[in-house]
């Protein structure tokens, strides 16, 4: 199957399997290759499959897009190992079934290719020894007086050739350590007991995590289930590792000797032997733990410990692999949760705006990660009544998208039976409280329109003003009286609310703290006043006017990182009287039964009232904001 493989940027080491049907590359979180980059436009590029060819178009991005260095015009087709460069990620194309790019050059410079086929073959299977390795050094080859050196090299590639082996055929860092110890008692023939201790990655302490007798295995046991006196004789085993090679092992970074005295004594020929020797398993600077090896009798020389300090090298390298190895399949795993809980999340939103005629809906939802805590939410009270909601939860990631999810459930089930945003709120409040992590909360603004008298009445729970564009003006939706702290704060919310007459030509519109708090390269906010002047100066359809939001927003921010999540409603009010589109209204059983059924704010009066202002033109007057009394329980 073919892949997108990401070589470098923000995600780099992700892989993305390319079946049937089109993927667009971008950084908004709907995308199907999401790439959380400033540099990436939102909708950057695209690929689909036209019978076995791919192909990628850019769409129309700010910083272009790159297959081989070369820039991509329109449309181009793609082969096996081409290299698509999107602002700093390099993608690499695994389509084997493809064909290469014959142009494309294989080799980095400065490598010459020779052709071999002409040049004689040294040395033939027949060289081989009887056991099928070519011997090291042939005395037809070479004459060397100091056969124990010949030796010594060879039992070096002997112990490196087990090792890589081992690391080769072992996917986790247990059963490498298992192979280890096992090769290292067939290398030290003289060895009695060998084991690895190994560094806790949480408290850092030394814990025997392998180790071998000449008679049996034992083997540290990790499992939390099991006794604990079953644990600690597990863990103790045979293997008592003095604490002087521990000491010079871990604060020198050096392989050691010792005797049964502490020291080494010396052998025959002078030289320092020892019955105990011990190696750091180090990479980089990182310590991984020890790797000992212990005789009962025939002891050790200098060229053991070399030896034993070449494999433990080797091994040291091996386990921060396999550590490696298994970050990324918990970063992959996490990865996977996380793009689950996204379509979770997303689809607990609004799969389209309401179809109303007479009213012209646009919404832009951008998560700053792949779960967000930003929300927005059409409910309908009656079918002439729709609610309208833009939220923000205060908190991290999962949790902040189940408190959403909590949020957005309560608000839907209880719209049926609440006529007023100011109820709703407060029965919302009630049920939400004490949720989630200390210290999280959610800010809110929720609006209810009548379609019948284009009122809006509104109640904002500590979130970002809405904006009223009329005219050519644009004022803030705000009143004294229509503000509360947000919801989850305190059990007892003090919500009231306020009431607006909307006129042909409105045109609302709800921010979440995101698109205020985008920052510039000097860490400028964005800010209400700059929003504002671009809604008074934006034309079109609601969708352009929150086009020319985001366009501005980012020119503001340039390169810098999305810091938060990014929310945009905008609401236009026709000249057409609104209408819905569909008479199928879940829940109004509920409302009609529980004698909750909202009336018209102001009646008949209102209705004339409003007749009369869209015949007059409402130019850009300033609209009349003013407090609104909650209607008694029918």
Wanted: net charge negative; proline share 4%.
């Amino acid at each position: 199957m073919p892949s997108l493989v990401f070589l470098a940027g923000p995600i780099a080491g992700r892989r993305f399997k390319l079946g049937e049907g089109e993927y667009v590359i971008g950084r908004r979180s709907d995308c199907q290759v999401f790439v959380p980059d400033m540099r990436v436009s939102r909708q950057h590029a695209r690929l689909w499959k036209d019978g076995e060819v791919w192909t990628l178009e850019d769409l129309g991005s700010n910083n272009g897009t790159y297959v081989n260095g070369v820039r991509v015009k329109n449309s181009t087709n793609l082969r096996h190992d081409d290299e698509i460069a999107i602002a700093n990620n390099r993608i690499r194309v695994e389509a084997r079934e493809l064909t290469p790019d014959p142009n494309k050059a294989k080799t980095p410079g400065g490598v010459t290719i020779v052709d071999v086929g002409e040049m004689p073959l040294l040395r033939g299977r027949e060289d081989m020894g009887s056991g099928g390795r070519m011997p090291l050094i042939s005395s037809g080859m070479i004459n060397i007086s100091d056969q124990r050196a010949v030796r010594l090299i060879e039992r070096k590639l002997d112990a490196l050739t087990e090792v890589l082996h081992a690391t080769a055929s072992s996917d986790t860092g247990e059963s490498l350590l298992q192979k280890v110890v096992e090769a290292l008692l067939q290398l030290f023939p003289q060895a009695d007991d060998v084991g690895v201790l190994v560094e806790d990655e949480r408290s850092g302490e030394l814990r025997v995590q392998c180790q071998r007798h000449r008679e049996h295995l034992v083997r540290a046991v990790e499992d939390k289930t099991e006794p604990e006196e079953a644990k600690t004789q597990s863990q103790a085993g045979h293997l008592r590792v003095p604490g002087t090679i521990i000491q010079h092992v871990i604060s020198d970074h050096r392989s050691v000797l010792l005797g049964h005295a502490g020291e080494g004594s010396p052998g025959d020929e002078g030289e320092t032997v020892g019955n105990r020797m011990g190696a750091p398993l180090i990479y980089h600077g990182a310590h991984y733990g020890v790797v000992y090896v212990e005789s009962k009798s025939i002891g050790f020389r200098q060229e053991d410990v070399d030896l034993l300090q070449t494999i433990a090298t080797q091994v040291g390298l091996a386990m921060h692999a396999t550590r490696v190895a298994a970050q990324l399949a918990k970063r992959d795993q996490l990865d996977r949760d996380l793009r689950m809980a996204r379509q979770i999340q997303r689809s607990l939103l609004p799969a389209n705006v309401p179809q109303i005629v007479g009213l012209d809906f646009a919404v832009h939802y951008e998560p700053a990660y792949q779960i967000g805590g930003d929300f927005y939410d059409f409910i309908w009270h009656d079918p002439s009544h729709l609610g309208v909601a833009v939220g923000d939860v205060a908190g991290k990631a999962i949790s902040a998208a189940l408190y959403m999810a909590r949020l957005t459930s309560e608000l839907r089930s209880r719209a049926a039976i609440a006529k007023t945003p100011a109820r709703l709120l407060r029965r919302v409040n009630q049920e939400i409280v004490g949720l989630g992590d200390d210290g999280m909360f959610a800010t809110l603004v929720y609006c209810i329109y009548d379609l019948e008298t284009r009122t809006l009445v509104f109640t904002n729970a500590g979130h970002c003003v809405p904006l009223l564009r009329r005219g050519d003006r644009v004022f803030p939706l705000q009143a004294e009286r229509a503000h509360t702290p947000p919801l989850g704060v305190t059990p007892e919310l003090d919500a009231g609310e306020a009431r607006v007459q909307l006129l042909p030509g409105d045109m609302l519109i709800m921010v979440s703290d995101g698109i205020l708090e985008a920052r510039d390269v000097r860490g400028n906010e964005y800010g209400l006043s700059r929003l504002s002047r671009r809604v008074r100066t934006a034309r079109g359809s609601s969708e352009e006017v929150v086009k020319a939001i985001l366009a501005d927003i980012d020119a503001h921010a340039a390169d810098q990182a999305q810091g938060d999540d990014m929310t945009i409603v905008a609401m236009a009010i026709e000249q057409r009287r609104a209408k819905r589109k569909t008479t199928t209204l879940p829940g109004v059983a509920i409302a009609d039964l529980a004698g909750g059924t909202i009336k018209p704010v102001d009646g008949e009066e209102q209705r004339n009232a409003w007749g009369e202002a869209e015949r007059r033109g409402a130019g850009d007057k300033e609209p009349e904001v003013s407090s609104h009394e909650e209607p008694e329980d029918s």
